[in-house]
């Protein structure tokens, strides 16, 4: 059994930060790769960034390059989301989902936790 989860999340205004950190455990769980999504309301669940284990590359929506950075603890399985000049439009749940090699293609979710960004 793998539990992946998020905390950090909050309220804060128009062009404060705010740090998301994601925990993934399990007795056998070796992460491989872990990312960032956010859902909305009323909107579909869309990709906010990425990392790789293995070398640490990363990957960003072109809605948050520049403004937020994922980076990993690479030993403790932990994301995290360091997000910096906040606009009202990324107003989101926040998930994080983990996935291991054999599951690289269903990796596992959290529930999420809500970010509020005021104007």
């Known amino acids: 059994q793998v539990h992946v989860v998020e905390s950090g999340g909050g309220l804060v205004q128009a062009g404060g930060s705010l740090r998301l950190s994601c925990e993934a455990s399990?007795?056998?769980?070796?992460?491989?790769?872990m990312a960032w999504f956010r859902q909305a309301p009323g909107k579909e669940r869309e990709f906010v960034a990425s990392?790789?284990?293995?070398?640490?590359?990363?990957n960003y929506s072109d809605s948050v390059k520049g403004r937020f950075t994922i980076s990993r603890h690479y030993a403790k399985n932990m994301v995290y989301l360091q997000m910096t000049s906040l606009k009202p439009e990324d107003t989101a749940v926040y998930y994080c989902?983990?996935?291991?090699?054999?599951?690289?293609?269903?990796?596992?979710w959290g529930q999420g936790t809500q970010v509020t960004v005021s104007s």
């Open positions: 990392i790789r284990w293995a070398g640490g590359s990363t």
């Open positions: 399990g007795r056998t769980f070796s992460a491989y790769v």
């Open positions: 989902n983990a996935a291991d090699r054999p599951r690289v293609d269903r990796p596992y």
